[in-house]
């Protein structure tokens, strides 16, 4: 069985950076750091995820950090709760 999370970006250098395996392991290590040094993903988590799952990826241009966030594939080109002066996606 594939497994898939479909990403949904705005340009081309958030494209390049989700295709760049150091940046996603980066992140990861954030994610875990963040966690207290261990991060669980069960297999009901992973098998959960479909080709209808969208993750937005934006930069909070207030601290320079990255909102991974859920978002509905309907009218996503035009789905943005964030005003430019914010974010950037």
């Known amino acids: 069985m594939m497994l898939h ?3 949904a970006v ?3 250098m958030e ?3 989700l295709s760049d395996s150091d940046w996603l392991f980066t992140v990861l290590t ?3 750091k963040r966690s207290g040094g261990e991060l669980r993903v069960g297999q ?3 098998l ?7 993750i937005g990826l934006y930069l909070d241009k207030k601290d320079n950090s990255i909102l991974l966030k859920l ?3 309907t009218g ?3 789905q943005r709760k964030y005003s430019d002066d914010e974010m950037e996606n």
């Open 5 to 7: 999370g479909l990403l």
């Open 10 to 12: 705005g340009n081309n």
């Open 15 to 17: 494209r390049k950076r």
């Open 30 to 32: 954030a994610l875990v």
């Open 44 to 46: 009901e988590d992973l």
């Open 48 to 54: 959960d995820v479909s080709k209808k799952d969208f």
């Open 71 to 73: 978002v509905s594939p």
């Open 76 to 78: 996503l080109s035009t």
